[in-house]
């Protein structure tokens, strides 16, 4: 079992930065692909990054890239996702997801429904 715990939302204005981090239990946490989801009111909960067992591969989606960057650091069980230049777009709950070390390189990685463990969700929220 892996227990979850997101950190680091909060509200920000257009163009702000954050860094939301995941602090996990358990012995096995460098063998899981971690993966940052979110859910905006009303829509489905869509991938926003993940990162593979050993930090070697990472995938954001094109909504993110080149301003959102996830890391992970093994010793300290926890998993990053540094936020910059933030958009009202980016207003959601943000979960912090563990999978299996295979599921970054499955074609289902971007699916929540191939994610075991879940955080309870840290809300973000841009203003402009």
């Known amino acids: 079992q892996v227990q979850l715990v997101e950190s680091g939302g909060g509200l920000v204005q257009v163009g702000d930065s954050l860094r939301l981090s995941c602090a996990a239990s358990?012995?096995?946490?460098?063998?899981?692909?971690m993966g940052w989801f979110r859910q905006a009111p009303g829509k489905e909960r869509e991938l926003v990054a993940i990162i593979s067992w050993n930090a070697a591969n990472t995938y954001y989606a094109d909504s993110v890239k080149g301003r959102f960057t996830i890391s992970r650091d093994n010793a300290k069980n926890t998993v990053y996702l540094q936020m910059n230049s933030l958009k009202p777009e980016d207003t959601a709950v943000y979960y912090c997801a563990a999978g299996s070390r295979e599921t970054y390189y499955q074609p289902t990685y971007y699916s929540p429904r191939s994610y075991n463990y879940w955080g309870q969700g840290t809300q973000v929220t841009v203003s402009s």
């Open positions: 358990g012995r096995t946490f460098s063998t899981y692909t």
